[in-house]
């Protein structure tokens, strides 16, 4: 069997900084942009291409895809976690007003979702569901695959097996990149995580 490589891209910073779930569809700032943009190797070695729907990852994807002339996968899966009452709201401001509940979340968010948001094990079940696919495909290839700092959480604990406890004990910051590779049916592993191409 073939080998098949993953490459994990986060999107880059968007107005007004973070932008919290599947709801706040905002696009990249100048500065996000160019966060990804020097991501991208001399000679991208992408074959194909999936993101998230939303415009914070698909907007570059697409313009990354018709530049280089491969497959565009939009598919809904790689959609960041639904966050409920907190879609949109900074950080700072969900500490200073739920800061009970928002360290809950992030020491078992597969027990405290966020208010009417969407329930972790949901949210990993449909992420799974579109890594696993991906992973299917046949033939060997190279895909870039462009979602939120969840999403790819979500991935990375999938293939490293590691407790949901230790879910926000990876950073994900903006335009952060990740390597996963599986030889034939050999289980994934991770190459790199926060490197370069």
């Not at 790819?152 to 004990?169: K, N, Q």
């Amino acid at each position: 069997m073939s080998r098949v490589i993953i490459d994990l891209l986060r999107h880059g910073e968007v107005d007004g900084g973070l932008c919290l779930g599947r709801g706040c569809d905002v696009p990249l700032n100048a500065r996000g942009w160019s966060q990804m943009r020097a991501m991208l190797p001399e000679h991208p070695p992408w074959t194909g291409i999936a993101t998230s729907p939303l415009r914070r990852c698909a907007e570059f994807a697409g313009e990354l895809a018709g530049r280089l002339g491969v497959e565009l996968r939009v598919d809904e899966r790689l959609g960041e976690l639904g966050f409920g009452d907190w879609e949109g709201r900074p950080w700072s401001e969900l500490y200073e007003r739920h800061g009970g509940q928002l360290s809950d979340f992030q020491r078992r968010p597969d027990r405290s979702p966020a208010p009417d948001g969407e329930h972790y094990p949901d949210f990993e079940t449909r992420v799974a569901a579109a890594w696993e696919e991906l992973l299917g495909l046949p033939g060997g290839r190279h895909w870039l695959v462009v979602a939120h700092a969840g999403t790819i959480r979500a991935i990375l604990r999938r293939v490293l097996e590691f407790p949901v406890t230790r879910l926000f004990g990876i950073d994900v910051p903006p335009a952060c990149l990740s390597r996963i590779v599986r030889d034939g049916a050999d289980a994934p592993r991770l190459v790199f995580h926060g490197g370069r191409p």
